[in-house]
């Protein structure tokens, strides 16, 4: 099996020092805990920086932490005091982390803190070469780590690399606010696989592609830099019987007991996060205000915990976010107080899984209103902790898990009057009710699991892989060039199908009206000068073009992407029967389209009709397409037609009718014994797939294909082409 390097910035184990010991505790943290339960079932390999910076270890505390970790399967990577300050409390949590929040005003654009978040990249990188093997899987975990899939590529293109990240992927027009956003961009896309935890990251980072570099992606996939690498949704699960056993646990049993005595009768509402300015907390206490404002009823009936668990604190605005929580907390503290009672219980520190789980079983209600939020695996957790069923989850809309738990009451987390609301409908809410939503939203989280998102995503990531092996570019070495004519020499039956534009037409000229200079067409005589040889042009173009073009050389012909066939000299056929009717239907709709998207048009062929975005905006051409592609499934489905998205375009034309099934009626001509197959875009492929096993198919440029090699050129088509007849003749 496989070994599985997960990389993250932090081990799951804090290492700390203590005069002269050094202990090891488990990590905090959404990450660490999800990621545990995966690192235990498989032969995993954890690297990560230890928590703890080299300037305050010597050579032999080093020695012992490597000792200790590598019990644990942990491998650390040591950074000095500076390293941290500048990579990780400055790049990290005071460009990034701002910014994939769409917090752009706390952002900070500072070269120095990025040129140490490019170095302490490095230093993993060499640190995972150095312990890589073949066969393993790389998992590279979030924001910290998003130049280390490219920076592994280079040095090693065969390596098998997901990346996952944690956060959000801002709206484009946030992330081009970055300096350095094409290199970072760059950085993600030397994975094999990017996975995100909801479907508008993956749009968002699609989008940037898009914008930045031009890349359009095909449900998913994208071709970059001549490798097909893929980007998909995994909303992460949890441990899901930890929380829901947990209350079994005699610690949890006996916190459970205590709580339950201090509390009494009033009802809890629980919140829990670290102290950070995404989660909502101030918005939070002023909505809890509100309530009591409006709703003096519950006054000495309820109690909000709220845990803030200490973070980031020498970053300033967290330092500032810290004072206005405590002056807050105290604030409505000392208006709504009695001699018994204080409206708010708040802790400022982490606190042990035993109490968690106590106040997760608990809380009547849980209050979770981030303003921004990746995932977020509270809310998870508190209806997993809730084996009885009773409970009510508060959820912000901001959250991605808002996504998957449409049974919780999901709010807006700026909107007061809304939250307000919303506690007292939870606090009234029947038992029934509650059991019912709980035991939904149960169900779906025991069978996403964290184990079963890791799953997911490393098969994906094998899949990946073996279709990069399927659709990867073959270089035409000296040898295969060889092989070639030798046996073009040997053969009786050839057949030549030949694209036209991009393969024998340069792809500066695509798509422009040019004709056959001299030298194609003096080729083409000399190829069918030779009785042996078949030569058959496959284009896209329209069959009048074609004639015209090739009215005085007697050589095969397909026209609009396999619709028409010609075999002798004017004559014409359709490869099968085909209608005309359909076009009364469709072609409004993409008139419409024309409308809406300035820089469209539309191309009507004989037996189709072509959408083409080309001059459009490029991210504005691409939601349309898709729009337009999805209407237009929905219109086609009885009418016996194919929607195509191709390059640029998006084509309707009979179903049946490709490049592939059009080879196909030349190849059952005769019995050939050597076939050549040259095309250079996407319609090219179906007829690389229908060839025969023994046939050779070439695609030009460095693009993936099923062909069997790759050119550079259409300057090279015309000296194989003419290598091949020098040899023969
Ligand atoms: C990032 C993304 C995404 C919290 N306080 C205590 C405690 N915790 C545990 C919780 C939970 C985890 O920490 C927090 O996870 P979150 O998902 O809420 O948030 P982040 O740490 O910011 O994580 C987030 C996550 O990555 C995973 O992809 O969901 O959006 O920001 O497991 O239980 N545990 C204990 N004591 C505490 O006081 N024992």
Redesign the pocket.
Known sequence: MARILIVSNRLPVTVSKNKDKIKFLPS???????MSSFHQNYDCLWIGWPGIVKDRINEKGIKEIITKLERLNNYPVFLSQSQIQAYYNGFCNKTIWPLFHSFTQYAVYQNSLWDEYNRVNRIFCEVILNIVRPDDIIWVH?YQLMLLPKMLREKRPDLTIGF?L???FPPQEIYRLLPWREKILKGILGADLIGF?TYDYVRNFLDSVLRLFGDESNMGYLNYQNRILKVDTFP?G?DYERFSSSIHNPDTKKEIKKIGELIGEKKIILS???M?Y??GIVKRLEAYEYFLQKNSEYLEKVILIM?V?P?RARVKQYQRLKEQVDELVGEINGRYATIGWSPIRY?F?????Y??TALYYLADVAL?T?LK?????????FIATKNNGKGVLILSEM???ANEMGEALIVNPNNREQISWSIKYALNLSQEIQKKRNRVMQKRLKNYHVRKWADDFKESLLQVKSMQAEFSVKDFSLKNRLKIIEDYQKSKNRLFLLDYDGTLIPTTYKFKKIKPGKKILSIIQQLIQDKKNQVVIVSGRGKDILEKWFADIDIGLVAGHGTWLREKIGQWKTVKPLSNKWKNQIKPLLELYVNRTPGSFIEEKDYSLVWHYIKTDPSFGRIRALELKSSLLYLTSNLNLEVLHGEKVIEIKPTGINKGVSADYWISQKDWDFILAIGDDWSDEDTFQNIPDFAYSIKVGKGSSLSKYNIESSIEVLSLLKELMGKSI
């Open positions: 905090a943290g959404g990450l660490a805990t999800g979030d996952f944690h956060i959000p935890h992460m949890i829990i996060d670290r950070d995404t989660k845990i668990v973070s802790l520190r982490s606190i042990p899984f109490e968690l979770i981030p939020d990746g995932m977020n695996l509270v809310a998870k957790e959250a991605g898990a």
